[in-house]
């Protein structure tokens, strides 16, 4: 590990870099870097979440609830008394995890399906079209609602139900793209090499393949801290002990008159977090994309 | 001296909206070890599609017969698992356009080095990476390997994709147009690449082009195609000095240092071939039975013709 942090690897990998296009294009939208840092920092805030918070979130004051900020309590309190600055800080941490889980197990499900069915061909890619096309009909809240319901709330089926309903887009995405490079002279070449289909698959056809799958996952970040959000705020999926936005939101709301920052502090962290992976996601596709150069939207 | 490759009467017959399309019919013809066979013939004369035959690369669509014998082995109507092996390992390709062919996010020398992991060289890889690619004619065989195919020119995509297909060694070479869009050096320099692939007397070569000089400079034997069949075969000497086929004597004719006569009309479509001899539309030499009869494949002495008047 120290190896490759040493300054001198640092700095030839900062060159490498530094000679790129899409550094250069990088370095053309300021407010990009920007929101690259800030993506950064709240990744490094939700990791150390529990040493940085100054207070135990759960730690329950009766005598000190519904309170509006103080030197002691940055945001003020609860309705149960407990620090609503530490609990937003660890809200993160308990969304960021579960966003991030749930993105990684879609993104390699959703990529893996599409891949293959569009490299098999014939009634393989018919019917994970179909199913697929399946699975997009359903609006995904609801029928994560649904599902969760049948098979009762939890972190675990949480993740899992958010995968279930999100990978088919991913496997569209991928699909799509598969289908227009696997007919490329490059895969014809490999295949006349007598490499594989899987090894065409994997390193030929995805790395040419993923760049839109990848900007649709950090798009779909965002969405998902958001969806994890709706499905708390109704009491499904995370237990009330754990902090999270959603449910800060919902029992907030019975206080909203006499502390209203219950319900405006997750509601902000929500939609700054959800919005920087958004403008990431699409800063990302421009900077992948040499035709964007003369069209500077962030 | 051994037959590595031989063609039996090899059919190909795709199925279009507008009926079905006869790529390459009755074919028939043998390569021999050591010897570089060129097939030359106008675009959509069928070459390739013999090409794509001997490799198992064919659309699924198509519809094919006859027999292709690797050392008197059947390979063409095998299933895809018998053939793996050899494909790539036995017989490569060297593919139509080099600048499409390579992977345009994977590193030159790793594209080579992919091929000798998969084929297991037990040389050292890189060292053989290195070697290949100076064997080939780049001078800075590092510098390559680090680069991308977009990096390069035309003529070292080439060279690049050459490497490829040779890395694995294999006993048949297949060379789709080697010489398509490629400037008088590039080909200059593409020539003497095969040249020498010629001295070194393991290779078999199977050479698809419509460049004549390059057919005539390179080919030990050199097959003629005409709206998908194969019109006359023999060897270099035979057929670019004594020319049977009025097909044959026409290209010839129309070649520039021959006084560059175009031959008159245009070849059929490949959908509504004339009855009779394909060719009698456009020979000078044409016979009633031609207009007929389609004439059959008169084969003897390592010659072979498709015309009536023989």
Redesign the interface.
């Known amino acids: 590990m120290s190896e490759v942090w040493s300054p001198g690897n640092v700095r030839k990998i900062y060159t490498r870099l530094s000679g790129t296009d899409f550094y250069a294009r990088l370095m053309k939208r300021p407010f990009l870097v920007l929101t690259v840092v800030l993506i950064g920092f709240v990744l490094v805030l939700s990791v150390f979440a529990p040493v940085i918070a100054p207070q135990d979130p759960n730690a329950t004051d009766l005598y000190g609830k519904n309170q509006g900020p103080s030197e002691e309590h940055v945001f003020g309190t609860d309705y149960l008394g407990r620090d609503l600055f530490s609990r937003t800080l660890c809200g993160l941490q308990t969304s960021m995890a579960i966003a991030l889980t749930t993105i990684f197990v879609t993104f390699f499900i959703g990529t893996a399906i599409g891949c293959y069915s569009a490299y098999h061909g014939g009634w393989v890619d018919n019917v994970f079209a179909r199913i697929i096309d399946v699975f997009l009909a359903f609006p995904s809240i609801i029928l994560a609602l649904a599902l969760i319901t049948l098979i009762g709330p939890g972190i675990f089926n949480m993740i899992l139900m958010l995968a279930v309903v999100q990978w088919a887009s991913f496997a569209r995405l991928m699909r799509g793209q598969v289908l227009s490079e696997k007919n490329r002279e490059y895969v014809q070449s490999a295949k006349a090499a007598g490499l594989p289909a899987w090894m065409i698959m994997v390193k030929h056809i995805a790395p040419n393949c993923i760049m839109p799958v990848l900007i649709l996952a950090t798009m779909d970040i965002g969405h998902t801290i958001l969806a994890i959000s709706t499905l708390s705020f109704l009491g499904l999926g995370i237990p009330p002990s754990v902090p999270e936005w959603g449910s800060m939101i919902n029992s907030g709301l019975n206080y909203m008159r006499i502390a209203p920052l219950n319900v405006i502090i997750p509601g902000l962290a929500i939609t700054v977090v959800t919005l920087l992976f958004n403008i990431a996601g699409e800063g990302l596709r421009d900077v992948s994309d040499p035709n964007s150069d003369n069209t500077v939207a962030l | 001296m051994k037959t590595i490759l031989e063609v039996l009467s090899l059919n190909v017959t795709f199925p279009t909206r507008n009926g079905r399309i006869l790529a390459s019919q009755e074919i028939s013809f043998q390569v021999n070890e050591g010897e570089i066979c060129v097939l030359v013939g106008e675009t959509g004369s069928g070459k390739s599609v013999i090409g794509q035959s001997v490799?198992h690369?064919l659309p699924e669509s198509a519809e094919v017969t006859g027999s292709i014998r690797y050392f008197d082995k059947e390979i063409f109507m095998i299933s895809e698992e018998q053939y793996?092996p050899?494909?790539?390992?036995e017989i490569?390709?060297i593919?139509?356009?080099p600048g499409?062919?390579?992977?345009?996010?994977?590193k030159n020398g790793k594209q080579i080095a992919?091929?000798l992991d998969?084929?297991k060289s037990k040389e050292k890889k890189t060292g053989t990476v290195f070697n290949i690619l100076s064997r080939l004619g780049f001078l800075s065989p590092r510098l390559i390997a680090q680069e991308y195919p977009h990096e390069l020119s035309g003529g070292m995509r080439q060279r690049l994709?050459t490497g490829?297909?040779l890395a694995?060694k294999p006993r048949l070479l297949i060379a789709d147009e080697p010489t398509k869009g490629l400037d008088y050096v590039a080909r200059k320099k593409t020539m003497e690449m095969f040249s020498q692939l010629k001295e070194n007397k393991h290779d078999s070569i199977l050479m698809i082009t419509h460049d004549l000089d390059l057919a005539e400079m390179i080919g030990d034997t050199v097959g003629v195609m005409y709206s998908g069949e194969l019109v006359e075969f023999g060897k270099v000497e035979d057929v670019f000095c004594s020319p049977k086929h009025p097909y044959t004597r026409g290209l010839l004719k129309a070649l520039p240092r021959n006084g560059m006569v175009p031959m008159p009309g245009i070849s059929p479509g490949l959908g509504d071939l004339p009855g009779g001899c394909y060719f009698h539309g456009r020979c000078d030499i044409c016979c009633s039975e031609g207009e007929a009869v389609h004439p059959d494949w008169y084969f003897g002495d390592g010659r072979g013709v498709r015309c009536h008047k023989y």
């Open positions: 490799l690369l793996a050899l494909r790539g390992k490569s390709l593919p139509q356009n499409g062919s390579l992977d345009p996010i994977m992919e091929v998969h084929h994709t490829i297909a694995s």
